[in-house]
């Protein structure tokens, strides 16, 4: 019976004698966890409720819906088995380690330029910083053919780039380096924010590939990413470089506020990211020309302001923005600094697609709350309480005042983006629980 305890006792040493021998720096950890905030893993690799990067979350795509993959170090459900390899094959490759292309909704097109020293800091990091979590993966709710993997290979030899290691260019500025290696490579921000080709692929994956880079998207999931590149109207051309530096870490500016994905990114990633990095990407996506070169600059117009001051709500929506718009927005159209945005002049207001907008009045969001902005205020959905038309209505009341100018929706995009959105019908008061902020 004594031989038990031996044996324990023996295989605790060992254990102990292996562990010791895996045992990884510190500051490596650290920097890991730090590149793994940057690449905001954890928004895409966690469900709603559930635990870090164990997966398992929805991610609708135009062929289907996807659901991330456990990338806790679980040896049996997630990557406990990875060698370094595996795991550079996967994230900067596009290669599981049973061999198969993975769905580029794994942004590895933008990994491929992590460097790969980077790369072991992250490994090690998800080695072991992160908990491990048995849950296995869900399958892909994608129709065949489309669900086969194969094409996906072919989609990997034709529009991911050669595997390097990130090079600045020739006497480039290195605090625009940074920005450049953060904003193309761990922050993959042109997954969202460029538009895309026929293959699906981003038209453009760097500045170098074109002014389709980071030029905005088409809608997904009933959200428009808007443009980062220096258009006065529709862009960031009006921001300052510490606005921008705020908007990220905070999520608000005097002017404007986070909405639908980006907060993920904001309360996941950027609010912990060094200041010196946030200047580096806000100082590269400043200097992003505009993609149309002619785009007017924004100049505020006071005429509607002063008719509704003085009681004139004739225009068309504007009744319906004094019931329930104005207390927040105000009839300025100027919001309240850090707390409500401004409609007059902003980005999102005057982009030539109003997803984004008629979304937010149709569900509602909840601007959430950061370290140095602690306050989350929600604004309501409103698809309970008004029809198309008045969603349209409102929107282009919206789109053309205070020297906004954007083209016109109508009721029928509305009642497209309502069924889109499976939003409760007009009547139904929405359950208020979820109106609570999610993050």
């Given amino acids: 019976m004594k031989l038990i305890p031996y044996l324990f006792g023996l295989s605790t040493l060992f254990a102990f004698g292996a562990s010791a021998a895996e045992a990884v720096d510190p500051e490596l950890l650290k920097k890991g966890e730090y590149l793994a905030r940057a690449g905001d893993c954890v ?29 806790t170090p679980d040896r049996e459900t997630g990557i406990g088995d990875y060698s370094f390899e595996d795991f550079d094959k996967a994230v900067r490759h596009g290669i599981a380690k049973q061999g198969y292309s993975l769905y580029p909704a ?3 097109p933008s990994y491929a330029r992590v460097t790969e020293q980077d790369m072991r800091a992250l490994y090690a990091y998800f080695m072991q910083g992160v908990a491990p979590v048995r849950q296995a993966n869900k399958d892909s709710a994608i129709p065949w053919p489309l669900s086969m ?5 072919f989609w990997r030899w034709v529009f991911a780039p050669e595997v390097k290691d990130f090079e600045p260019a020739k006497d480039q500025d290195p605090v625009l380096a940074r920005g450049a290696y953060l904003v193309d490579g761990l922050g993959h921000c042109g997954a969202c924010h460029t538009p895309r080709g026929i293959g699906m692929q981003e038209k453009a994956l760097s500045a170098g590939e074109g002014p389709d880079f980071l030029a905005g998207s088409a809608p997904l ?6 443009s980062l590149r220096g258009d006065p109207l529709t862009g960031i051309g009006s921001w300052s470089e510490a606005e921008l530096v705020r908007f990220l870490r905070t999520g608000r500016t005097d002017r404007t506020a986070v909405f639908g994905g980006m907060s993920e990114v904001v309360v996941h990633s950027m609010q912990y990211m060094s200041d010196a990095d946030l200047t580096a990407i806000a100082r590269y996506l400043k200097s992003l020309p505009a993609s149309d070169p002619g785009e007017p600059a924004y100049a505020y117009d006071d005429k509607v302001s002063k008719a509704l001051y003085h009681g004139d709500d004739s225009k068309t929506g504007a009744a319906l923005y004094i019931d329930n718009c104005a207390a927040c927005h105000r009839t300025d159209g100027q919001g309240y600094a850090r707390v409500f945005p401004a409609l007059a002049g902003n980005p999102v207001v005057n982009g030539d697609d109003a997803t984004s907008l008629i979304h937010i009045v149709l569900k509602g969001d909840t601007l959430p709350a950061t370290h140095q902005a602690p306050s989350a205020f929600t604004m309501p959905p409103f698809s ?15 789109r ?18 309502r069924a889109e959105l499976d939003v409760p019908p007009l009547g139904q ?8 902020p999610q993050h």
């Fill in 400 to 417: 053309t005042s205070w020297g906004n100018r954007a083209p016109a929706v109508s009721a029928e995009q509305v009642e497209h983006l």
């Fill in 106 to 108: 794994m942004p590895y």
């Fill in 429 to 436: 008061i929405p359950d208020p629980h979820a109106l609570a």
């Fill in 149 to 153: 993997r194969l094409p996906l290979t």
């Fill in 221 to 226: 999931e009933g959200w428009i990413a808007k």
């Fill in 43 to 71: 928004a895409c690799h966690t469900a709603k409720g559930g635990q870090p990067f164990a997966g398992g979350l929805p991610m609708e795509t135009p062929i289907g819906t996807l659901f991330s993959t456990n990338i």
């Fill in 384 to 398: 309970w309480r008004l029809t198309d038309q008045q969603v349209a209505d409102v929107v282009n009341f919206i």
